[in-house]
Nanobody
Framework: QVQLVESGGGLVQAGGSLRLSCSAS????????MGWFRQAPGKDRECVAA????????YYADSVKGRFTISRDNAKNTVYLQMNSLKAEDTAVYYC?????????????????WGQGTQVTVSS
């Protein structure tokens, strides 16, 4: 089992920044690919960023490229999502996820473990 706990969400004005953190416990963190997903009301959960086990490869959804940065610190069992130039359409619940994969995972089904989610609200 892997337990994931997100933090760092909140209310921010458009153009502002937030940094989400996801702390993992339970298994060897570096054995897991990690992803950040978001889900807005009435919409499907979508992958906004993903990172491989040793951070060699990163993925970003087109909607966040150039604004969001995913990183991980395997020594701290933590994955981060730095979000800059936030827009109203970034408003959603953000989830981190862990999957026992060596490649990039961009599908919900790539991941076995999920955090509880953290709300990000961007006011325009």
């Amino acid at each position: 089992q892997v337990q994931l706990v997100e933090s760092g969400g909140g209310l921010v004005q458009a153009g502002g920044s937030l940094r989400l953190s996801c702390s993992a416990s339970g298994r060897t963190f570096s054995n897991y690919g990690m992803g950040w997903f978001r889900q807005a009301p009435g919409k499907d959960r979508e992958c906004v960023a993903a990172i491989t086990r040793y951070a060699g490869i990163r993925y970003y959804a087109d909607s966040v490229k150039g604004r969001f940065t995913i990183s991980r610190d395997n020594a701290k069992n933590t994955v981060y999502l730095q979000m800059n130039s936030l827009k109203a359409e970034d408003t959603a619940v953000y989830y981190c996820a862990a999957g026992p994969i060596s490649r990039l995972g961009v599908r919900v089904t790539d991941y076995n473990y999920w955090g509880q989610g953290t709300q990000v609200t961007v006011s325009s």
